[in-house]
T-cell receptor, first 113, second 112 residues
Framework: NAGVTQTPKFQVLKTGQSMTLQCAQDMNHEYMSWYRQDPGMGLRLIHYSVGAGITDQGEVPNGYNVSRSTTEDFPLRLLSAAPSQTSVYFC????????????FGPGTRLLVL | DQQVKQNSPSLSVQEGRISILNCDYTNSMFDYFLWYKKYPAEGPTFLISISSIKDKNEDGRFTVFLNKSAKHLSLHIVPSQPGDSAVYFCAAKRGSNYKLTFGKGTLLTVNP
């Protein structure tokens, strides 16, 4: 099992550019989520999904889009990057009935200039 | 409005001693609490959890205590080891709601 994988590990964007952060898991988990971690802010939930075709907003969804076409993949899209989106992004997954014990990916460090 | 608070940004303890990490919450609807551990350049990993129907949960060297009346929980690590040096996040959720609310984290340093 590869667990939760995220690509890229690091990315530099210019303001206004778009990009997709990839997240995949091979544990057949129904629940997947995206968090951002900023200095002194802890982890904040961006979007989550409880299964293919079902997504919902978290605490800080503005500026981000998600989709869940398969159980395995949960990409996070930035349509027009802003410096405020400079952060470390973590993807996580779990079984629905054990949602609290989420498995996190290694993170993507994003710098928006 | 921060619903889960970890007021100590950092804590330093000697190897072999007890580490106590604290967490306070304001939302009385939270009924499940978790601790995650995070090493640099890695994702957080689940450590231990506790339901609001309990006041203590133990797993090896790690024990979490919950005081519902004070809306306070703490993580005890005994004995502390240098490998425990990491950032510890407290998190909470309520009922069947899927959202986890995290605190800002506490950096624990265990000195040999």
């Amino acid at each position: 099992n590869a667990g939760v994988t995220q690509t890229p590990k690091f990315q530099v964007l210019k303001t206004g550019q778009s990009m997709t952060l990839q997240c995949a898991q091979d544990m057949n988990h129904e629940y997947m989520s995206w968090y951002r971690q900023d200095p002194g802010m802890g982890l904040r939930l961006i979007h989550y999904s409880v299964g293919a075709g079902i997504t919902d907003q978290g605490e800080v969804p503005n500026g981000y889009n998600v989709s869940r076409s398969t159980t395995e993949d949960f990409p996070l899209r930035l349509l027009s990057a802003a410096p405020s989106q400079t952060s470390v992004y973590f993807c996580a997954s779990s079984y629905l009935q054990y949602q609290e014990t989420q498995y996190f990916g290694p993170g993507t460090r994003l710098l928006v200039l | 409005d921060q619903q889960v608070k970890q007021n100590s940004p950092s804590l330093s303890v000697q190897e072999g001693r007890i580490s106590i990490l604290n967490c306070d919450y304001t939302n009385s609807m939270f009924d499940y609490f978790l601790w995650y551990k995070k090493y640099p350049a890695e994702g957080p990993t689940f450590l231990i959890s506790i339901s609001s129907i309990k006041d203590k949960n133990e797993d090896g060297r790690f024990t979490v205590f919950l005081n519902k009346s004070a809306k306070h929980l703490s993580l005890h690590i005994v004995p502390s080891q240098p490998g425990d040096s990491a950032v510890y996040f407290c998190a909470a959720k309520r009922g069947s709601n899927y959202k986890l609310t995290f605190g800002k984290g506490t950096l624990l340093t265990v000195n040999p």
